[in-house]
């Protein structure tokens, strides 16, 4: 179909093939697309376990069709394991937590979501999650999925235990959906490799979780997953692609919504960083403070404070301006 602004939609195919130096996509029904200019968006796919088959009950979350799956298991379901305790095996927890149903958050790491938060932080999320009644089982890993009848009953981990569940949400993470790429010329590494402009090669962009570009000011490249640099990253993009662009430099963010509490961060937690609060005091149920691995602010903290948050951040960006600021996200 075509849209008053001549914008065609190709729904319902997959990009199969690019060749770069053609110009030219093809799809899975035979077609094949030329271009002008080209942006790869396709995202991430959801990590499986290496032993996962299909089986009833079980759930990843990525598409809007896997949300829907989703919704109308946890409204039939009795008992819930989430499997994967970062940023969206956290959420999905506490939302299951908020239907009411029995909990089980499980990750073989120590500390929930300390890749994003730092170990204090995670810890106080873990408490978050135990105060509402979720069983936090962490620093064991999971050893199988137990079935009866084609459904999913139970899940056992490493350690010999078994959490009885008819509900399993595997969120183990996800790596960027490049396959369609292979021997498209363009570098993959981890996503789409691309300049400070988003460019992967002449006439090819790539934004969002796929895109792995170089940010000048903090000196290397990066990729980030989030709804919010997915939309500014596009917004970066579109003005290069008119002529009108300049290197893409964000401040790494994120937030994430659970139970009554908004968590914010702006940069990332260094391992072993101090948490100094600037208004409230860790442990309260609101309070903004800013993490300091060495003595100087590199990322600022929001619980329940959107308007203290910025204060911190302010102090995170003039570290940034002023050199004193180690680099890293």
Not at 111 to 124: H, I, K, Q, S, T
Not at 189 to 195: L, Q
Request: a positive charge; hydrophobic letters at 40%; proline letters at 5%.
């Amino acid at each position: 179909m075509r849209t008053p602004a001549d914008v065609q939609f190709v729904l319902g195919r997959r990009a199969e093939r690019l060749d770069a130096e053609a110009r030219t996509v093809d799809l899975d029904d035979g077609r094949t697309l030329s271009y002008d200019v080209l942006v790869v968006a396709t995202g991430l796919t959801p990590r499986r376990l290496s032993f996962q088959r299909d089986m009833a009950g079980v759930h990843t979350l990525r598409t809007l069709d896997e949300a829907d799956d989703l919704r109308r298991g946890l409204r039939s379901a009795r008992r819930v394991a989430v499997i994967g305790a970062g940023v969206l095996g956290c959420e999905i927890a506490a939302t299951a937590r908020g239907m009411g149903l029995p909990v089980t958050l499980i990750d073989p790491a120590p500390v929930v979501m300390a890749g994003r938060l730092g170990d204090e932080l995670g810890a106080r999320v873990a408490a978050l999650h135990r105060r509402r009644g979720v069983r936090v089982r962490t620093g064991v890993g999971v050893a199988s999925l137990i079935g009866t009848a084609g459904r999913v009953s139970a899940v056992e981990r490493a350690d010999g235990e078994r959490v009885p569940a008819d509900l399993v949400v595997v969120a183990i993470g996800s790596t960027p959906a490049t396959g369609w790429l292979d021997g498209s010329g363009l570098s993959l590494s981890d996503g789409v490799e691309c300049d400070s402009r988003c460019r992967a090669a002449p006439g090819i962009y790539a934004v969002g979780d796929v895109a792995r570009w170089h940010h000048q000011a903090l000196g290397r490249s990066i990729r980030l997953e989030s709804r919010t640099n997915a939309t500014q990253q596009a917004i970066a993009v579109a003005a290069d692609i008119m002529g009108t662009g300049s290197p893409y430099t964000p401040l790494p963010s994120f937030w994430s919504d659970q139970y009554d509490v908004k968590i914010q961060i702006h940069r990332t937690i260094a391992p072993g960083s101090r948490i100094r609060p600037i208004e409230g005091r860790p442990g309260a149920m609101r309070f903004a403070a800013v993490a300091e691995p060495d003595g100087t602010p590199v990322a600022a903290i929001g619980w329940n404070h959107p308007r203290a948050v910025m204060a911190a951040r302010r102090q995170v960006m003039d570290a940034l301006r002023s050199g004193t600021a180690s680099v890293g996200t």
